[in-house]
């Protein structure tokens, strides 16, 4: 496709009027250039395209397979028919399968019926569909059919197919291109009309007139941008960040807020029991310590308070204190059935099942937040204070406190909602856990011990201008403990009940300032996001889970958890953590400042480049019989250079020292903003004015016995302004890159290295219609770009912000 961008049909159309007029030789050469030109466009689109096939490589999801007994992870394209297939909430189904055991089983089919809502899938042999989404439940299922045989794949659609819209930076950049291209048009048909009316010479005014359309088109703009977001979603990707989207990489440098999950994100999400406390006989076991019969019903019942199979890391390390200190006794109860188990609800924090012991009788188990036990046991003020104490002094310890409760003996229900029933073991179970009477046993403290490199990554993003909020289901008192850890500033801390109770303009203004957000669920989340943003925030959030989701979309950048993540939130999101670490979020964000800063850097160097030579382009236009000093060829060549300056040299340039004290950039910041044309400017007009100096200055085109007339002298002109051009492109390199960077060296040495080139070989010359230059043209073209790089360069300085304090 690169053949019909305008640059190209340009050149094309240059090399047909040069055989119309009977100069093949230049046509030749022009065509030449555009086989370069489609050759290096072809070399950048293969990189970009390479990154973004190593980024759909990463980003495809993981399927839970067990084969020939082996539990692995495997990539979707790696499934076999016969493989089963795991099922639990929040992933997408990798395949065609059937039902090989299912435990109240949903699935979400949207994708592919059209159908709202989730459908029951427990029979075994029932098919299940690739693209399904498992809304709730769990189960395993046998591969039918994989890839291509699946029907999702006969239908051609796939996730990972959907393309994203274009970037803003993307839409700009077109939208100035076109702009452009029409502005090329209108003057390259003034200039033709012009000089074929003064001249009569047709062909020779609509090579001229192409020769102008050349000049103003900043072809490079687009695939600058392009190659730009492809490779630094890439080199996100290798510092353990993926970016979805192209878009994500542009995003980072935006962001004013980092909403962050504590739990394995700031913290190992490494829970262990450190403390058991009994109620009301405030009974104090530390880990480490023997595990005696005081605190032995405290965590049998924790465990009966606990899902089987648990996934919480909490529950898992409820469990692994109870293996190890109660395992073989008569404390645990694997052969109990259960009857019914009551989830947390927005209303009340606890989790609750019921179990049928070994004699038939209803035993009754809770564990949740301190506030909303005492609530269940229906405590009166004074000892649900005392209760609500005790739990604080835990938490103020930095420990996540679970209060545990047990139903009364015989699990009796509330005699005023169930005055007919004394006990609850006649009929079924009651739909509310409210009906039974419960009593407090104590409480379980643990702790998730906060990374190490969290302060100073933190400390970091505050640098670079950058909040960060920590959101959690804990306590405020642990909360505020675990942020004094991470080093977040003071603050008030707000909570779900926060969240839920304020008006949307009071909560805007509260989390505008808040810190810490504790004990919210993650359904809330998405009011957060809604919250900050109301404030002015630019928000990246963080979320695992099938109910983040919401959040993760509305979210300015939407982060998902690579590892803990479900499927349904990586396609939610625009970056997926692969290592769940906070740190790497950070990281992140001082690499798409990088991308950004390189960019603009390579824009203004494009800026910069293009003016002179469109100037020169112009000359004709203002100056009517004056003839074309950049011919189509030459313009070319320096296509040729400016396309690997901006896309290579600029690209792999390291970041600035001081890239993260700096603010964020503004989410709606044009594409070239202030800084930007004002850098460009300077440099384009002081090169600009050097080449008019040397068309200008008789000396400098003086031969050896006196001033060459008519051909000789245009093209002795021609050589000095293309060789100033090729120098100053190259010193253009090294004021907008990093002059201690040797990738700076590199790019600034093409032009020099070309123009050597041209000295060094005679025909090179004769076919670029260009003239040998004596040692004193040669002298007059160093100093002239040398002293219009040393201008630019010092006016920069100059107007550098801070840089008249720096000198004062």
Same mark, same amino acid.
Request: glycine content about 10%; hydrophobic content about 55%.
């Given at each position: 496709?690169?053949?019909?961008?305008?640059?190209?049909?340009?050149?094309?159309?240059?090399?047909?009027?040069?055989?119309?007029?009977?100069?093949?030789v230049d046509g030749a050469i022009l065509?030449?250039?555009?086989?370069?030109?489609?050759?290096?466009?072809?070399?950048?689109?293969?990189?970009?395209?390479?990154?973004?096939?190593?980024?759909?490589?990463?980003?495809?999801?993981?399927?839970?397979?067990?084969?020939?007994?082996?539990?692995?992870?495997?990539?979707?394209?790696?499934?076999?028919?016969?493989?089963?297939?795991?099922?639990?909430?929040?992933d997408r189904v990798a395949a065609d399968a059937a039902i090989r055991e299912a435990v109240g089983l949903w699935l979400d089919e949207s994708l592919l019926t059209g159908e709202s809502l989730p459908v029951a899938r427990t029979q075994p042999g029932?098919?299940?569909?690739?693209?399904?989404?498992?809304?709730?439940?769990?189960?395993?299922?046998?591969?039918?059919?994989?890839?291509?045989?699946?029907?999702?794949?006969?239908?051609?659609?796939?996730?990972?197919?959907?393309?994203?819209?274009?970037?803003?930076?993307?839409?700009?950049?077109?939208?100035?291109?076109?702009?452009?291209?029409? +502005?090329? +048009?209108?003057?390259?048909?003034?200039?033709a009309l012009v000089q074929g009316a003064l001249s009569g010479d047709w062909p020779q005014a609509l090579l001229a007139a192409l020769a102008l359309a050349l000049a103003v088109l900043p072809n490079e703009i687009p695939v600058v941008l392009a190659l730009f977001l492809a490779l630094g979603a890439l080199r996100l990707a290798r510092i353990g960040v993926l970016a979805r989207w192209p878009a994500a990489v542009e995003s980072l440098g935006s962001a004013t807020v980092l909403a962050v999950d504590k739990t394995g994100t700031l913290t190992e999400n490494r829970m262990a029991v450190q403390q058991l406390l009994t109620w009301p006989e405030r009974q104090r076991w530390q880990a480490g310590s023997p595990l005696e019969e005081?605190?032995?019903?405290?965590?049998?019942?924790?465990?009966?308070?606990?899902?089987?199979?648990?996934?919480?890391?909490?529950?898992?390390?409820?469990?692994? +204190?109870?293996?190890?200190?109660?395992?073989g006794s008569e404390h645990l109860h694997p052969d109990w059935p259960l009857e019914r188990d009551y989830p947390l609800q927005s209303d009340l924090l606890v989790f609750s099942q019921l179990w049928r012991d070994g004699v038939g009788a209803w035993q009754l188990a809770a564990k949740g937040a301190p506030e909303a036990i005492a609530d269940l046991c229906h405590l009166e003020p004074g000892p649900a204070a005392e209760l609500l104490a005790a739990a604080d002094g835990l938490a103020r310890?930095?420990?996540?406190?679970?209060?545990?409760?047990?139903?009364?003996?015989?699990?009796?229900?509330?005699p005023e909602l169930h005055p007919q029933r004394a006990t609850g073991t006649a009929g079924q179970p009651p739909e509310q856990v409210h009906d039974f009477l419960?009593?407090?046993?104590?409480?379980?403290?643990?702790a998730d011990p906060l990374r190490p490199d969290v302060p100073a990554a933190i400390a970091t993003a505050q640098a670079a201008g950058v909040r960060v909020v920590m959101i959690t289901g804990d306590g405020p008192a642990t909360a505020r403990a675990i942020a004094d850890q991470a080093g977040l500033p003071a603050g008030a801390v707000l909570s779900g009940a926060d969240l839920a109770s304020l008006a949307p303009g009071r909560l805007a203004a509260a989390a505008a300032t808040a810190p810490v957000f504790a004990r919210v669920m993650p359904q809330q989340k998405l009011q957060l996001v809604r919250a900050l943003q109301a404030a002015g925030e630019v928000v990246a959030m963080t979320g695992d889970g099938v109910n983040d989701a919401p959040a993760l979309k509305a979210a300015d950048i939407g982060v998902a958890m690579g590892q803990r993540g479900t499927a349904v939130a990586r396609e939610s999101a625009d970056l997926v953590l692969l290592h769940d670490t906070f740190s790497d979020l950070v990281r992140a964000l001082a690499l798409?400042?990088?991308?950004?800063?390189?960019?603009?850097?390579?824009?203004?160097?494009?800026?910069?480049?293009?003016?002179?030579?469109?100037?020169?382009?112009?000359?004709?236009?203002?100056?009517?019989?004056?003839?074309?000093?950049?011919?189509?060829?030459?313009?070319?060549?320096?296509?040729?250079?400016?396309?690997?300056?901006?896309?290579?040299?600029?690209?792999? $340039?390291?970041?600035?020292?001081?890239?993260?004290?700096?603010?964020?950039?503004?989410?709606?910041?044009?594409?070239?903003?202030?800084?930007? !044309?004002?850098?460009?400017?300077?440099?384009?007009?002081?090169?600009? $004015?050097?080449?008019?100096?040397?068309?200008? !200055?008789?000396?400098?085109?003086?031969?050896?016995?006196?001033?060459?007339?008519?051909?000789?002298?245009?093209?002795?002109?021609?050589?000095?302004?293309?060789?100033?051009?090729?120098?100053?492109?190259?010193?253009?390199?090294?004021?907008?890159?990093?002059?201690?960077?040797?990738?700076?060296?590199?790019?600034?040495?093409?032009?020099?290295?070309? !123009?050597?080139?041209?000295?060094?070989l005679p025909g090179?010359?004769?076919?670029?219609?260009?003239?040998?230059?004596?040692?004193?043209?040669?002298?007059?073209?160093?100093?002239?770009?040398?002293?219009?790089?040393?201008?630019?360069?010092e006016i920069q300085r100059r107007l550098r912000p801070g840089a008249a304090a720096s000198s004062a």
């Open positions: 496709m690169s053949l019909l961008e305008p640059t190209n049909l340009l050149l094309l159309a240059c090399a047909l009027i040069y055989g119309l007029i009977g100069e093949p065509l030449v250039f555009v086989v370069a030109i489609v050759l290096l466009d072809a070399v950048q689109q293969r990189r970009s395209s390479r990154a973004l096939a190593e980024l759909a490589r990463l980003s495809a999801p993981l399927a839970h397979v067990r084969r020939a007994g082996q539990d692995l992870e495997l990539p979707a394209g790696q499934l076999r028919v016969g493989d089963l297939l795991r099922l639990e909430e929040g029932e098919r299940i569909l690739a693209g399904s989404l498992v809304a709730s439940g769990r189960g395993w299922a046998e591969v039918v059919a994989v890839a291509e045989a699946t029907e999702l794949g006969q239908l051609g659609r796939s996730l990972t197919a959907v393309q994203p819209p274009p970037t803003r930076l993307q839409r700009q950049a077109r939208r100035l291109t076109g702009r452009l291209t029409l +502005l090329a +048009l209108g003057l390259c048909a003034a200039l005081p605190w032995h019903r405290l965590l049998e019942l924790a465990v009966l308070a606990s899902r089987g199979d648990p996934v919480d890391a909490m529950e898992l390390a409820i469990q692994r +204190l109870a293996t190890a200190q109660l395992g310890q930095g420990l996540r406190v679970l209060a545990v409760a047990c139903g009364l003996e015989g699990a009796p229900l509330h419960f009593e407090p046993l104590g409480f379980i403290a643990l798409g400042r990088r991308v950004e800063a390189n960019l603009h850097r390579a824009l203004a160097y494009t800026l910069a480049v293009h003016l002179p030579i469109a100037v020169l382009g112009l000359v004709p236009l203002l100056l009517p019989g004056q003839p074309l000093i950049l011919l189509p060829v030459h313009i070319a060549l320096l296509h040729l250079v400016i396309d690997p300056a901006c896309t290579v040299v600029f690209e792999a $340039l390291p970041g600035a020292a001081g890239l993260l004290r700096q603010p964020p950039r503004r989410p709606d910041a044009p594409l070239f903003g202030p800084a930007t !044309w004002h850098r460009a400017l300077i440099q384009g007009a002081l090169v600009t $004015l050097a080449a008019l100096a040397l068309l200008a !200055w008789p000396a400098a085109t003086g031969l050896a016995g006196g001033l060459p007339g008519g051909a000789e002298a245009v093209a002795v002109q021609r050589s000095l302004v293309f060789a100033l051009l090729l120098v100053a492109g190259g010193g253009l390199v090294w004021l907008n890159g990093d002059p201690r960077s040797p990738i700076t060296a590199l790019g600034a040495g093409l032009g020099l290295g070309l !123009w050597l080139l041209l000295l060094a090179l010359q004769r076919l670029l219609s260009l003239a040998p230059l004596a040692g004193p043209q040669i002298l007059a073209v160093l100093l002239s770009a040398a002293l219009a790089l040393l201008l630019a360069g």
